[in-house]
């Protein structure tokens, strides 16, 4: 009777341990730091939002994945609901504005945008927001007495119509698979009165079969415009002369092609260790022979 | 042989003949038994999951599979050491020693080969390599030359056990399995003296072929890890490093088959203190010469410390691998020169530490010439779990190395069984020709 009551009260107090555990845990939310970016590849495609989500873990920074965001385009209501995104294990997640906006993000000539994060079970409400103001570059790529000229023209739309955003600072790149390539003599160009600004092209880079190489005028993580760019395709690369040196007998081709010397030396050897070791085992049988022979004398 | 006295023929006869399994030999035999099941206990558990039971992932790619492997190769060539180079010296005491080695050599090749089809994610597919290898690759050459290497030590066991067979049938009983077994390899042996010429001529031509065949196989194998360009591996001085490795942990692997044989067999007059003198002699000098290619594979590299290697020697010096790295060197190396360069440590006991010392050491230096390159990769390790930077092997791996050790040790205690481990017909001769001088 002692020892279920003893067991009846460790039983509770286990309880209340258990229930301040589950209480501490609720009141324990961390704190999420939520960013967002505008992102817009070429002129009159819609525009893509990009958020990251990160949280203090000791002295430094980590990505956070599996959070749910939503994201508002002007004003956090349903009407202005774009969609809700996860974020990925680096701690990165993705919208692209839906087709049904496109007539409001036309007509507008600043662009308003806000990510929250709410009803988290693990961490505190938090909201970002950006306005961006609606920019576009136009890229002209010309060659006279072989001096190839990259020039681009900034417009901000503003009162209905596109006019030049002079002092604004654009890259030329060359767009390589992994990143982009510096284009121009300089880092940044800022743009003059007329919003333009350009530069020489004078790399001497490998393009495709066809000597293509993509170039690309940008606006990089602008606080006022987001990010964006435009692109062309010109002839200012140096046709790529596929390798085909998997057809040729190398030390890297099929087995049908094994280079003649690496066939031919290793074989003689092998054939000679093994003629011998045949040899040896012919031996053997001229022994048995012997022994057979002994015994009917 | 009719110099010496039929009682001398008779007592060395008596003295050498394979003799049943006393209980040590029967809990030694039992336990390997015992080791070889739990090895393949853990590869059906790989065989029914793949190699995702191993610790092996991404980077560290190559585990104690290979490890064992360069160990099984590097141990096999003592083979070459002392029946052939002892042979073609005209070494006067090696007799003892040469079906030792000889039986070590086969029974470590077999598990070399073996141990690769393990390594394989596809076992299945293991034909693959003969019929669709390429010879511009490293691993197939080695395939080549393990298969070249284990027909040749067969016959350089075979050829000299001729003689010894007519004496086995003839002390055998009569009808019992192991007579059927004499007569079916060598009932046809009468030592007729044509027999013999063609035998000692035989022996002659392996003897000679076995050498640059038994350094191929060890140098083919260090260029598996020399052909690639990675930090440790990237070396010219492979080939050699790894020759002279095998020749220690080889002649470490044969003095303690020397002490086990002595003590369990009672064969003090045949493998006497001058034998373990003289093995004491040659493996001082193959361990002064491995430490020394040591000293050129890692002193060199950390006076330079190149920024993509630092990682590889820092892991190896002072980092996670430190512990297994100095402990190699010290136990592998050092203390066996030490110990050896006095007389007294070269007595039988001694010996016997010093060679489970060397073959241990050994066997761990493997794994630090394999695994701690692949996880110092020239870039660095990125977008992976963290469990990746490390390798850890798994109880399934650790049982099929077990399991392949034990497996080797069973071939030769099975062997000792069977056939005389001292060359019965070659003692008698040579105390013959002893006792005619």
């Given at each position: 009777?002692r020892?279920?009551?003893?067991?009846?009260?460790?039983?509770?107090?286990?309880?209340?341990?258990?229930?301040?555990?589950?209480?501490?845990?609720?009141?324990?939310?961390?704190?999420?730091?939520?960013?967002?970016?505008?992102?817009?590849?070429?002129?009159?495609?819609?525009?893509?939002?990009?958020t990251?989500?990160?949280?203090?873990?000791?002295?430094?920074?980590e990505?956070?994945?599996?959070?749910?965001?939503?994201?508002?385009?002007?004003?956090?209501?349903?009407?202005?609901f774009?969609?809700?995104?996860?974020t990925?294990?680096?701690?990165?997640?993705?919208?692209?504005?839906?087709?049904?906006?496109?007539?409001?993000?036309?007509?507008?000539?600043?662009?308003?945008?806000?990510?929250?994060?709410?009803?988290?079970?693990?961490?505190?409400?938090?909201?970002?927001?950006?306005?961006?103001?609606?920019?576009?570059?136009?890229?002209?790529?010309?060659?006279?007495?072989?001096?190839?000229?990259?020039?681009?023209?900034?417009?901000?739309?503003?009162?209905?119509?596109?006019?030049?955003?002079?002092?604004?600072?654009?890259?030329?790149?060359?767009?390589?698979?992994?990143s982009?390539?510096?284009?121009?003599?300089?880092?940044?160009?800022?743009?003059?009165?007329?919003?333009e600004?350009?530069?020489?092209?004078?790399?001497?880079?490998?393009?495709?079969?066809?000597?293509?190489?993509?170039?690309?005028?940008?606006?990089?993580?602008?606080?006022?415009?987001?990010?964006?760019?435009s692109?062309?395709?010109?002839?200012?690369?140096t046709?790529?002369?596929?390798?085909?040196?998997?057809?040729?007998?190398?030390?890297?081709?099929?087995?049908?092609?094994?280079?003649?010397?690496?066939?031919?030396?290793?074989?003689?050897?092998?054939?000679?260790?093994?003629?011998?070791?045949?040899?040896?085992?012919?031996?053997i049988?001229e022994?048995?022979?012997?022994?057979?022979t002994?015994?009917?004398l | 042989?009719?110099?010496?006295?039929?009682?001398?023929?008779?007592?060395i006869?008596?003295?050498?003949?394979?003799k049943?399994?006393g209980?040590?030999?029967i809990?030694?035999?039992?336990v390997?038994?015992?080791?070889?099941?739990?090895?393949?206990?853990g590869?059906?558990?790989?065989?029914?999951?793949?190699?995702?039971?191993?610790?092996?992932?991404?980077?560290?790619?190559?585990?104690?599979?290979?490890?064992?492997?360069?160990?099984?190769?590097?141990?096999?060539?003592?083979g070459?050491?002392?029946?052939?180079?002892?042979?073609?010296?005209n070494?006067?005491?090696?007799?003892?020693?040469?079906?030792?080695?000889?039986?070590?050599?086969?029974?470590?090749?077999?598990?070399?080969?073996?141990?690769?089809?393990?390594?394989?994610?596809?076992?299945?597919?293991?034909?693959?390599?003969?019929?669709h290898g390429?010879?511009?690759?490293?691993?197939?050459?080695?395939?080549?030359?393990?298969?070249?290497?284990?027909?040749?030590?067969?016959?350089?066991l075979?050829?000299?056990?001729?003689?010894?067979?007519?004496?086995?049938?003839?002390?055998?009983?009569?009808?019992?399995?192991?007579?059927?077994?004499?007569?079916?390899?060598?009932?046809?042996?009468?030592?007729?003296?044509?027999?013999?010429?063609?035998?000692?001529?035989?022996?002659?031509?392996?003897?000679?072929?076995?050498?640059?065949?038994?350094l191929?196989?060890?140098?083919?194998?260090?260029?598996?890890?020399a052909?690639?360009?990675?930090?440790?591996?990237?070396?010219?001085?492979?080939?050699?490093?790894?020759?002279?490795?095998?020749?220690?942990?080889?002649?470490?692997?044969?003095?303690?088959?020397?002490?086990?044989?002595?003590?369990?067999?009672?064969?003090?007059?045949?493998?006497?203190?001058?034998?373990?003198?003289?093995?004491g002699?040659?493996?001082?000098?193959?361990?002064?010469?491995?430490?020394?290619?040591?000293?050129?594979?890692?002193?060199?590299p950390?006076?330079?410390?190149?920024?993509?290697?630092?990682?590889?020697l820092?892991?190896?010096?002072?980092?996670?691998?430190?512990?297994?790295?100095?402990?190699?060197?010290?136990?592998?190396?050092?203390?066996?020169?030490?110990?050896?360069?006095?007389?007294?440590?070269?007595?039988?006991?001694?010996?016997?530490?010093?060679?489970?010392c060397?073959?241990?050491?050994?066997?761990?230096k493997?794994?630090l010439?394999?695994?701690?390159?692949?996880?110092?990769?020239?870039?660095?390790?990125?977008?992976?779990?963290?469990?990746?930077?490390?390798y850890?092997?798994?109880?399934?791996?650790?049982?099929?190395t077990?399991?392949?050790?034990?497996?080797?040790?069973?071939?030769?205690?099975?062997?000792?069984?069977?056939?005389?481990?001292?060359p019965?017909?070659?003692?008698?001769?040579?105390?013959?020709?002893?006792?005619?001088?």
């Open positions: 009777m020892s279920l009551r003893i067991l009846s009260i460790a039983s509770v107090w286990w309880l209340f341990l258990l229930f301040m555990d589950v209480s501490a845990q609720d009141a324990e939310k961390v704190t999420l730091r939520l960013d967002l970016t505008y992102h817009r590849q070429e002129n009159g495609q819609l525009p893509m939002l990009r990251s989500t990160m949280t203090k873990v000791g002295k430094r920074f990505p956070v994945h599996d959070v749910e965001i939503n994201i508002f385009f002007n004003e956090e209501t349903s009407k202005g774009l969609g809700r995104i996860k990925s294990d680096k701690g990165t997640a993705f919208l692209t504005i839906p087709n049904e906006f496109t007539y409001e993000l036309d007509s507008s000539a600043a662009l308003k945008f806000i990510a929250t994060v709410t009803d988290n079970e693990k961490f505190e409400d938090v909201s970002s927001e950006i306005e961006i103001a609606k920019a576009q570059i136009e890229l002209t790529l010309n060659e006279e007495d072989s001096i190839r000229i990259m020039k681009a023209k900034v417009l901000l739309f503003e009162e209905g119509s596109w006019k030049p955003a002079p002092e604004t600072e654009i890259k030329f790149v060359v767009k390589r698979l992994l982009d390539l510096n284009a121009g003599e300089e880092e940044l160009y800022t743009t003059d009165e007329l919003g600004a350009s530069s020489e092209f004078k790399l001497n880079i490998p393009g495709n079969a066809n000597g293509d190489v993509i170039i690309a005028a940008k606006i990089d993580e602008s606080d006022v415009y987001g990010s964006i760019s692109s062309k395709a010109v002839k200012w690369g046709p790529l002369m596929s390798d085909n040196s998997f057809a040729k007998r190398t030390l890297w081709s099929t087995r049908d092609k094994t280079p003649w010397w690496l066939l031919i030396f290793p074989n003689l050897i092998i054939a000679s260790v093994w003629g011998v070791i045949l040899y040896l085992i012919y031996q049988i022994i048995r022979k012997i022994g057979k002994h015994k009917n | 042989m009719s110099t010496l006295s039929q009682v001398s023929i008779n007592k006869t008596a003295d050498l003949l394979p049943k399994f209980k040590p030999g809990i030694w035999t039992t390997l038994v015992m080791l070889s099941i739990g090895g393949l206990i590869y059906f558990r790989q065989l029914q999951s793949g190699l995702s039971v191993t610790g092996m992932r991404d980077y560290a790619s190559w585990g104690i599979y290979i490890s064992n492997f360069v160990f099984f190769v590097a141990i096999s060539l003592v070459s050491l002392i029946t052939a180079i002892f042979r073609l010296t070494v006067s005491w090696r007799t003892p020693l040469t079906r030792i080695s000889e039986i070590i050599a086969v029974s470590a090749i077999i598990f070399a080969g073996l141990i690769i089809i393990i390594d394989m994610g596809r076992p299945e597919r293991f034909t693959n390599l003969f019929l390429r010879l511009q690759s490293p691993i197939i050459w080695d395939v080549i030359v393990i298969t070249t290497y284990l027909a040749l030590s067969l016959l350089f075979y050829f000299p056990l001729l003689p010894d067979l007519p004496i086995m049938i003839k002390h055998s009983r009569a009808g019992s399995v192991n007579q059927k077994i004499y007569k079916f390899i060598g009932s046809f042996w009468k030592g007729t003296a044509e027999q013999f010429r063609i035998s000692e001529s035989a022996v002659k031509i392996i003897s000679i072929m076995i050498i640059p065949v038994a191929a196989i060890h140098t083919v194998t260090s260029w598996l890890f052909t690639t360009y990675r930090p440790g591996w990237d070396s010219t001085n492979f080939g050699a490093y790894f020759v002279s490795g095998a020749f220690l942990v080889g002649s470490g692997g044969v003095v303690v088959a020397m002490y086990v044989f002595r003590k369990a067999y009672s064969l003090q007059e045949y493998i006497t203190e001058k034998h373990f003198n003289y093995m002699k040659i493996v001082v000098m193959l361990a002064l010469l491995y430490l020394y290619f040591n000293i050129n594979e890692y002193l060199v950390a006076f330079k410390m190149k920024k993509a290697e630092e990682h590889h820092m892991s190896l010096f002072t980092g996670e691998f430190s512990y297994l790295f100095w402990s190699a060197i010290l136990v592998g190396m050092i203390i066996p020169i030490v110990v050896l360069l006095f007389p007294s440590g070269r007595k039988p006991l001694p010996m016997f530490v010093m060679g489970v060397v073959v241990v050491g050994a066997w761990f493997r794994f010439i394999v695994t701690p390159t692949l996880l110092s990769p020239f870039l660095p390790i990125s977008n992976s779990p963290e469990s990746y930077a490390h850890h092997p798994t109880w399934e791996e650790w049982a099929i077990v399991g392949t050790l034990a497996g080797a040790l069973l071939i030769i205690t099975v062997f000792v069984r069977l056939f005389p481990i001292i019965i017909h070659e003692t008698i001769e040579e105390q013959s020709k002893a006792h005619k001088l």
